[in-house]
């Protein structure tokens, strides 16, 4: 069965320290990989998104994430982190093209 | 501006009466649908359409109707609420193989 598995609920860190959130997914022939974002009382804004061509990709906010297929990871990562980072991260897979399915949530809370 | 709308953004209800939750994009996409956001269980699909007069089942449909008579509007119907459908529900749209853009949700509660 199709999976999106995120396996921290919560990742509490001090500004201005590096982050990484994990991502894996059910293995398949056709993956898209996405990121998304809430900000709290908000919708899913996309951070980022990989399609094809470079396994790296980044946001325009500093964050990136590397596609690794033999693993079936979608890690997200930052450097630094900044309070305004704090927030909840989904990671996303769309399986042939069709099927979007969403991990249950990374919760960042950035500390001062 | 691209974006997908829906209202409303808030609403209490009662058991058993029927709603409609509207949801509209300007961005000509053929791929729509509908998630509900529940604390510790992420956003779970309940219905979607791959085009005008096609909808199908997502992961969690029951109580719940949709329909897609024109490309940019497809509506969630709960013909009968109740409590266990309260929740942050989410409409989605795209275009095939792309990303999906979000409205600003709908918080719903059902006494």
């Known amino acids: 069965a199709q999976s999106v598995t995120q396996l921290d609920s919560q990742v509490p860190v001090f500004e201005e320290a590096p982050v990484e959130l994990r991502c894996n997914y059910s293995s398949s022939v056709s993956v898209y990989l996405f990121w998304y974002v809430q900000y709290p009382n908000q919708g899913l804004q996309l951070l980022l998104k990989?399609?094809?061509?470079?396994?790296l990709v980044e946001s325009i906010n500093g964050f990136e994430a590397e596609f690794n297929k033999s693993q079936t990871s979608f890690h997200l990562r930052k450097p630094s982190v900044h309070i305004s980072d704090t927030a909840e991260y989904f990671c996303?897979?769309?399986?042939?093209?069709?099927?979007?399915?969403f991990g249950t949530g990374t919760r960042l809370q950035v500390f001062p | 501006e691209a974006q997908v709308t829906q209202n409303p953004r808030y609403l209490i209800t009662v058991t058993g009466k029927k709603l409609t939750v509207t949801c509209s994009q300007n961005m000509n996409h053929e791929y729509m649908s509908w998630y509900r956001q529940d604390p510790g269980l992420g956003l779970r699909q309940i219905y979607y359409s791959m085009n005008v007069e096609v909808t199908d089942k997502g992961d969690v449909p029951e109580g719940y109707k949709v329909s897609r008579k024109e490309k940019r509007n497809f509506p969630l119907i709960l013909e009968s609420p109740s409590p266990n459908q309260t929740s942050l529900y989410f409409c989605a749209s795209s275009l095939r193989g792309a990303e999906a853009f979000f409205g600003q949700g709908t918080r719903l509660t059902v006494v």
């Open positions: 990989y399609l094809s061509g470079s396994t």
């Open positions: 996303a897979v769309l399986y042939n093209t069709d099927k979007l399915i």
